[in-house]
């Protein structure tokens, strides 16, 4: 067995998972597939920034260095997509969502990909041979976010696919609440009960992070588990009350507000843009694996949660601004279409095709290493996707 010497400390964890073309209650948000796209070259772009040192060597190397920005970018749009469907039972009165039929899709875009990936990488990494017999089972069933180590090298990435499978969990409950038992009274009913489930999910983010960042009460790991980003979730899920509602009579002024700001492409940009500057910045904690103060985790994690839902804002609202139509171009479409792929594969070919090149960890050679294993990865992915993927979807949307 290979000893930890070999290789670098693991880069900052991040990635999750993605959908492919998502039709969300009968309706298909093309840009989605453009900002997926972003996201997972964000996560590729980061992760090699760490490995080769770069994200230490000035300004671009910090710009680099939070380009963990796509993980918010990914949760929001998990709440956008998968919760609109509760949206418009609770504002239409429409049927609830089929719980077999979504458990069934949700497995299959997740599963079969995730489950291939992890046997390559636990059989053929060689640097954490033998792999135990314990960890495989662990993985297998996305529980490495529950112990101690986490997941073991070239899988580091998977901590957000596991908090996403326990958001998929959780929302049939999230939604069953909102719903309720039938129709509501009024839209101004279905409105509050809205307002009352997505503060109270902020407000439990809140509460876990502070326990985490200011008391010993939470072990270490409990900074990858659902609770934390129970908020960039409710983002994502506030996009899909806006984006239903909007359309309906007499909407609240919140959402006619942030209706008319999705409207203001570049405005939005702008916004996300200088949240995202100022999370740059020092305040948004150390660079590398320095540890961070406690306010300044907190601070960034709502500086990403800021930057994510005005970037989301108008591709969600009104698909014939110029930015969403971009997103909606064959280039971003093409990329984000396998970008679960992309996010799964790219960690483990980071780490095999460095020393294949002949250059060591933390050593430089950024450019050269990033276009290697973008074009790889996306090949690799590509790959995966028509011989895994697609098969596994359009068995699901087969059930």
């Known amino acids: 067995m290979a000893t930890a010497a070999v ?3 693991s880069p900052p964890a991040t990635g999750i998972a993605s959908s492919k073309l998502e039709l969300s209650a009968g309706s298909h948000f093309a840009a989605l597939d453009g900002y997926r796209a972003i996201a997972a070259l964000m996560v590729v772009v980061t992760h090699v920034a760490y490995t080769t040192g770069f994200v230490v060597t000035g300004t671009l190397g910090h710009v680099l260095g939070r380009f963990d920005f796509g993980v918010p970018l990914f949760f929001l749009m998990s709440g956008f997509l998968l919760y609109r469907p509760w949206v418009r039972a609770a504002f239409e009165g429409r049927a609830r969502p089929d719980l077999r039929r979504y458990a069934i899709r949700r497995a299959a875009r997740i599963l079969p990909l995730y489950w291939v990936v992890l046997v390559v990488t636990l059989w053929l990494f060689p640097e954490i041979q033998p792999v135990a017999g314990r960890q495989w089972v662990v993985h297998l069933l996305g529980l ?16 957000s696919l596991c908090t996403e499978m326990s958001f998929y969990v959780l929302l049939p409950l999230l939604g069953a609440l909102v719903v309720g038992r039938g129709r509501p009274r009024s839209l101004e009913a279905a409105w509050r009960r809205q307002q009352v489930l997505l503060l109270s999910l902020v407000l439990v983010a809140v509460v876990f992070l502070g326990l985490r960042a200011w008391t010993e009460a939470l072990p270490h790991q409990a900074g990858w588990w659902l609770p934390a980003y129970l908020d960039w979730f409710a983002g994502g899920m506030l996009l899909a009350v806006v984006e239903v509602r909007r359309r309906l009579p007499r909407p609240p002024r919140t959402v006619v507000v942030l209706d008319r700001v999705g409207r203001e492409g570049r405005t939005c940009l702008v916004v996300a843009g200088a949240l995202f500057a100022i999370s740059v910045t020092p305040v948004g904690g150390a660079y590398d694996f320095t540890p961070t103060a406690p306010w300044e985790t907190m601070f960034k994690h709502g500086l990403y949660l800021g930057a994510a839902f005005f970037l989301l804002l108008p591709g969600v609202t009104h ?70 993927e697609r098969p596994a979807q359009l068995w699901a949307h087969r059930r």
Do not use: C, D, K, N
């Not at 976010?145 to 070239?154: D, P, R």
């Not at 002949?358 to 996707?385: K, N, P």
């Open 7 to 9: 290789l670098p400390p």
């Open 144 to 159: 490495q976010i529950y112990q101690s180590q986490g997941a073991l090298e070239g899988l580091t990435q998977t901590w």
């Open 319 to 388: 698909a014939t601004g110029q930015w969403p139509q971009w997103l909606a171009t064959r280039v971003p479409s093409r990329v984000g279409l396998i970008s679960y792929g992309v996010f799964l594969w790219h960690l483990v070919l980071l780490r095999v095709l460095m020393p294949a090149m002949g250059i060591s960890f933390f050593s430089g050679q950024t450019l050269w290493v990033m276009v290697i294993v973008v074009l790889v990865t996306i090949g690799v992915a590509s790959i995966t996707y028509q011989a895994v």
